[in-house]
């Protein structure tokens, strides 16, 4: 068989359609809380925000399609936790965590509250290398359930355009 430019366009077609439909696959880490406040006032309310922006991002970021989100490797980050103040610091673990977790990359995220009125939501994405390929960060004002779930959407919007 002879190979012709029909075939090669052809054989281009499936091979750009195939690429087009792979996923990442992305271990998504549930946020961390830096405090800067510490107000014991509002701790139980932040800890129950802290639980559901953890639940709502990864959703988010399914559904942009360009991530297949898997779940944290559980005994990775007991043992990281339990050694480092704040994982997404963790300087070097993210081999570890996508190795543990049969992923490409892994999803680094963490609340930076500095007062009731200025808190900032982040991401950041390391390959299973260690090496950054997205840092994306989400300001809000306001402390309430529906803000922070709002930052939450809009920043696994922002990965999702910076990465289609």
């Not at 366009?9 to 992305?26: D, K, M, N, S, V």
């Not at 050694?83 to 570890?96: K, S």
Request: hydrophobic share 45%; proline share 4%; glycine share 4%.
């Amino acid at each position: 068989m002879r190979f012709t430019p029909v075939i090669a366009a052809g054989l281009w077609i499936a091979l750009a359609a195939a690429g087009a439909t792979a996923q990442t696959r992305a271990v998504v880490l549930d946020f961390e809380l830096i405090d800067e406040m510490r107000d014991p006032a509002t701790q139980a309310a932040d800890l129950s925000r802290m639980e559901k922006v953890s639940a709502r991002f990864p959703e988010s970021l399914r559904q942009c399609s360009t991530f297949t989100v898997l779940p944290p490797p559980a005994a990775v980050i007991d043992r990281l936790a339990s050694q480092i103040a704040y994982v997404h610091q963790c300087n070097g673990c993210a081999e570890d965590i996508a190795k543990a977790a049969g992923a490409d990359i892994v999803v680094f995220t963490w609340v930076q509250k500095v007062s009731n009125l200025i808190i900032n939501l982040n991401a950041e994405l390391q390959d299973g290398g260690g090496r950054t390929l997205d840092v994306r960060s989400v300001d809000m004002r306001g402390n309430t359930d529906t803000s922070w779930l709002r930052a939450a959407d809009a920043l696994a919007r922002r990965i999702c355009d910076r990465n289609r």
